[in-house]
Every structure is written in C-alpha cells, then in structure tokens.
C-alpha cells in the first residue's frame, strides 16, 4: 500500500453484520446471535474496545488493534500529505498577506491602494 499512488486509503476490522457472509462465519464460531448485545457491530473497531467480534484464527485482539492503528497512521499522513498539494493551500499566503495589510491599513489609518 506504501507504494501505490493513493491520496486517501481507509480501513477498518470486519464486522460481522446480519445478513452478510461474515455474519455466518462468526455466527458458526459462536461469536453473534439475534439475541446479543448490538453495541459489539460497531464499525469503528477502537470504540468496541475489547469486546470487538474478532473472526481471525491467526491474530489477536492486540495485534489487530496494532496493525488497525498503524493503518490508521498511514491512512492520515495520506490525506496530509493529500491536502497540503491542494491548490487551496498555495492561495494562503496571499491570503494572510492580504488581511495583515488590511489590519495594518486600519490600525494606522491609511487608504489601501
């Protein structure tokens, strides 16, 4: 992923939604049921904390959460690194130059040209 040319990239734990393929998976893992407590399909993984469904037989709760954060990183110095080549940004210095001389024209009463 660090080398595709991506400005934005986003990820998220799967959650076992009803209905969906996932959903029997967890369910054949005893993991869900009709019956449970449905703040555990919360799609922001951090918010369900350790009661997060977890379908993975080769990680852990621990290493998904290092791996979802590190993720997560990448994912925001993308759109950093995205919006600093915005051209928005090349307009404000203009911009502050502009309301400086504004401020300046008004505090010491001269006409700006």
């Known amino acids: 992923m660090k080398k595709l040319p991506l400005d934005s990239v986003d990820v998220y734990v799967i959650t076992p939604f009803p209905g969906t393929y996932f959903w029997e998976i967890a369910s054949r893992k005893q993991l869900v049921s009709h019956d449970m407590n449905w703040d555990k399909l919360n799609v922001n993984f951090t918010k ?8 993975s037989d080769s990680l852990s709760y621990d290493e998904i959460l ?36 504004g401020y300046l024209c008004l ?7």
């Open 48 to 55: 369900t904390g350790k009661n997060a469904i977890i379908l």
């Open 66 to 101: 290092n791996l979802y954060r590190r993720f997560r990183r990448f994912a925001l110095l993308k759109i950093i690194m995205r919006s600093w080549r915005h051209p928005f940004f090349a307009d404000i210095p203009m911009m502050l130059v502009k309301r400086i001389m």
């Open 107 to 113: 505090i010491f009463k001269i006409k700006p040209k």
